[in-house]
Each structure stands twice: as structure tokens, then as C-alpha cells.
């Protein structure tokens, strides 16, 4: 309520570039074999391989795919977030595209990017992520990869065997080989990377939304309250033909969270009359 008081101009809100091309890219873990679909009552269509979806944009004008995709993306559990990847991302990307390039490798391309753009390698992250509390820190060696239990024994040997040093593994590749760190979906690097940029892009931005400070630029605060009962349901329930939706649109329907009317009180409108002068 209310409103933010933590803007610091010392701040840089400008994008990190280990966040760019490493951290963020986490979600490639993530990414399913094919494209979920979900019917207007719920049952699951899907059929598409995402290799045959890349650069199909046609594909959108087709009936309900809009609609039938949301639905499938926000009622199908995710992927684990682990060191591996699809073969459609790994083998297929881009294949057989207008240029007549084969399949790509996403994994390869974001690890080549991290050295085109000259990021330092994993285990100088630990160092500038490092905690006591999680017994995370630099790695003197391979073996001590596994202290905390944030790389199992398997991985560090994988590792191992394609590094010649523990300073040359690359960022992408060691830190989405990390156990989830305290309830994130990522480990202690990437969990430091990401939540360092977020911190930046609000407590850097002169202009954030919730920013008081300037009674020229700031939004009333029944403005404010209106904007933040504004859910991503809600903007898929204005965007989209879909009629129901679970409130908490990032988690699964539950009995606690479960499907109701896009007119439901339990998904709020933005109330735009707060606008008008």
C-alpha cells in the first residue's frame, strides 16, 4: 500500500549483461517438447511439435489457436528446471527456415554468446554470490563444486570431463546445473544474477510505477491501488477469447485456485474512470 520510497539514483538500472546472455535465459530448461493446447472445455489437444512451430507465423490466424495455446500454457504443469534441454531446441531450431540453416542448439548458442560478450566463467559468480548461509562460494577445484549440494557428483563429473579448469566453465552451463536455492525455481547463481537486475529495475527507475517522490509524474494512490488488484488474469481475460481463468494465473488450478468467469470479482478490473479528467 502506498507509496515506494526505495528509489536510489546511485542505482544502475541498466540491463546486466550476465543477466542477458546467462541467468535469464534460464527458462530454455523449461521449454516443452510440443505446443500445449487446451480446448474450450479444458481437454487437452495438443499435437503441434514446436520444430514444426518455428517461424510458422501463419499459424496464429488459425481458429483458437490463440486461445486454445494460452489455455494449454497456463493450465500444463512446466517442465523441470534442470541441465537438460528438448531435442527441438537442441537439434531442430530453426531448421529448415527461409536461409536453408539446419536445426540449431539453443544451450550452444546462449554458451557462445555468454563468451562473444566476454562473461566471466561460472566460478567467478560463486565468488560474487557467495553466502555462508548456503556454505556457497569459489571453487578452489572440481571437488569442491559439490559443497552445499548445489551440484550433485554426476554433474561436476560431467563437467570435469569437458573443462580443463574449474575457472573455464561458463556461466549458462554451470548455473542451470544448480539445485533451487530456499523455494526458487533456480540455484544460488542465477538466483543472485536475477534478483540483482530486479532489484535495479525498481529501485533504479526514476519512473517505476509505485514511486511517490514526484507529485508531477507519480499516479494518484486509488490509481495505485487500482493497478495492483490487476492481475495477469485479467489481461489474458481482456486479450484473449478465453471466458475463465484461475486467479493466481502462474499456478495450476487447484481447488484454492480454481477456474472462475473472467467477470468474477476474484479476477478485478482496472478501474479506469480514476483517469478521467
Known sequence: QGYSEDYDPEFDPRINNEFATAAFRFAHSLVPSHVPNRDSRGRNITSLHLRSAFNQGARVGDDNF??????????????????????????????????????????????????????????????????RSSNFGKASDFGQLTQGKWL??????????????????????????????????????????????????????????????????????????????????????DNTDIRTAQPLLFRMPTAANELVSCDAPDIPRLDLTLWKE
Open 152 to 237: 550433485t557428483s554426476e554433474d561436476v563429473k560431467k563437467l570435469r570431463s569437458v573443462y580443463a579448469h574449474v575457472d573455464d566453465i561458463d556461466l549458462f552451463a554451470g548455473g542451470i546445473l544448480e539445485k533451487a536455492h530456499r523455494g526458487a525455481l533456480v540455484g544460488p547463481t542465477f538466483k543472485c544474477i536475477i534478483g540483482d537486475q530486479f532489484v535495479r529495475l525498481k529501485r533504479g527507475d526514476r519512473f517505476w510505477f509505485e514511486n511517490g517522490a514526484d507529485p508531477r509524474t507519480r499516479f494518484s494512490l486509488a490509481q495505485l491501488d487500482s493497478l495492483r488488484r490487476v492481475s495477469e488474469a485479467r489481461v489474458m481475460c
Open 66 to 131: 490463440i486461445a486454445d495455446t494460452v489455455r494449454g500454457l497456463t493450465q500444463d504443469s512446466v517442465p523441470a528446471l534442470d541441465g537438460s534441454f528438448v531435442e527441438d531446441i537442441v537439434d531442430h531450431l530453426f531448421e529448415g527456415d527461409e536461409g536453408g540453416n539446419g536445426g540449431l542448439d539453443l544451450p550452444a548458442l546462449n554458451i557462445q554468446r555468454g563468451r562473444d560478450h566476454g562473461i566471466s566463467g561460472y566460478n567467478q559468480y560463486r565468488e560474487e554470490c557467495a553466502a
